[in-house]
């Protein structure tokens, strides 16, 4: 029992080893049995003790001994560094939604730690293009500065330099002494290696790497880099200078994420790209993204950051944190909604009256009485709109069915007097039929005749109408023209009525004077005929005078 | 009898209402949902949280729009704190200095506590004694001091 015990104790370190070092375990010692939990991971039974543990039992003890120091490692870096760091976490932050994220960053930071990074690079003799990096670990791995391309295994070509390149070395070594302490430890150990890689081919290299994969499994780096490192990921591509640049950027990030209370998304992006924006650009682009996607100002910042598309987008992160984004949205729509004040002043108000006129055209029907056609179509805006009445609805809707039943011809006829007396400013050759005056617009006459025989007779009466006044008039300035107008009116027809009087007059004196004339041409006439004395003298006249009793006879 | 006064009858509301009206109409779903959502599982005064919260968000809402924002008249926000979709009292808190995140007009209500003393969510965080999380029993809040 006690033994069991024991055993159990080391289980916390146990699952990463036994797991990767899955695919050659070395043989069970006699009596022991492997076995597979419920839960899925295997376990080891001792029958005749009745030991079972879930390490597993191997005979030589050397190698129990290598792997006591990988658990310690390992416990310390999940209880200590990880679980504190996010139980911090999730306790500084009063949401749920950042524990998650402290999680995900408690994980890289456990991913950091055996990560690596090039120290030294080298030039190897006869290669100019390829370079031995020395990482800090002290592995070592040749990158080929003209492709690109850098592998962990080296080549067979550039093999022979870095063979050079380490005899050289050695040599410098040898020749020196203790003249370099810092450089030395990682020096002397790699002493050891060295000759190995210098007298075997890389085949035995590779050998010698497998046997050392198969005792140890996957383990701390501590231990393995010194000794057998570039072996290790053998046939593995890397491409190191993005390893180098992901290595920096993450150690950047961390840097400055445990002084930041804010979500580490942004500053990962910073650090990479190393573009520093500025607090404006930020802003600005932040503006651009509300600009982009958030119709309405009045809205709240809650429901903007609930619909999530805002959040999706990569400017998002232009801001910090939560609080600054608020601020900025709270000065921005409130800008947005005094822009908004502003434009509507400027426009003009719509009618209530038309949309519902609209409709009135749509759907009323001499058929339906007003309560029916109420409950018919109540759902419909233009019968909630709270700013016409009821009542008004119910006058005008009775109206309109009435006058639905008239002749056609009392309908256009009173349609073209409501053209007629539209004044030229509201309707002239300019208006279309889309953009009627609110004055017509709003009138039953118009509405009375289907849009299939009204519209052609209001765009012919457009067409006869002149181009619109220069300056579009006020009311005040209209009510002058008018009066001005019909002064002239009356000055006009004054002015007929006089012309019409003189002429009147002047017939009448022509008149008079043609008679004057004529009695006196008749006179002269009457003179001539006396002064007249012919052959017959005298006897003429008195024939003449036969007729009327002459009174000199008389007298003689 | 009094005139019935229904959504059909009424008064149109006052100019630039129907801006905020879809915000107002969320609010008011909201609310309908909290009503009607289940208690099971819950304490007996945690089932009165949301609509405490929404309530003040709503009223928050109205004061962000008049005061802070200027975005509707004095005459529709006298006409919303009149039809109920603010809490007038709760606004009024909020224009005095040392009230400005109040949460609930109960947790300031000495009277009904057993020392005379408001709520813990009054409470700024710096003087809590240990840092833990506190929700108020009256209405869930997590802290409202001003200077939070």
Redesign the interface.
Known sequence: MLKSTYHLNQKPAEPAPSTSAAPALPPLPPGWTEHKAPAGHTYYYHAETKQSTYKRPIIEPHFLQQEAPIPSYASGAFAGGFNAGQFQGS?SS?RGGHASFRGGHGYQDRRREPADRPKHKYVIPGFDAWVLVKTKLGRRFVHNTETGESFWKIPEDVLKGVLEFDIAEARKKAGKGPAEPEEKPVATVEGPSKPDEAGGSSDEYEEVEVEVTDSEGEDGPSKRLRTEEPPEDVDVEFDEDDIAYQLQAMGEEYGLESGEYGFGDEEMEEGAEGIPLTEDDSKALFRDLLEDFVT?????W??IVEEGRIIEDDRYLALPNMRSRREFW?EW??ER??QL?EQRKKQEKQDPKIPYFAFLQEKATPKLYWPEFKRKYRKEPAM?D??V??KDREKWYREHVKRLQMAHSTLKADLTALLKGTPLSALNRSTSIASLPPSILTDLRYISLSPRDRDPLIEAYISTLPPPPEAPLSAEQEAELVAQRRERERREKALAERERRVQEAKRKQQKDLAYGRGRLREEEMELDRAMNVGKSGLRAHLDDADDIPIPEKGDD | MPPIRT???????PDGFE??E??LL?FQNKMKDAENATHEGKKRYETVWPIFQITH?RSR?IY??YY????ISKKLYDWLLKNGYADANLIAKWKKQGYEKLCCLRCIQTKETNFNSTCICRVPRDQMKD?Q?IECVSCGC?GCSSSD
């Open positions: 306790e009063a309405n100002p009045y809205k709240t809650d429901q709270d729509s409130r909604i005094h004040q909630r709270a700013k009445t009821d | 959504a059909r009858n009424r008064k149109p509301p801006d905020i879809d915000t969320e968000q809402y962000d729009m802070e924002k200027e975005a840092e999380t997590r």
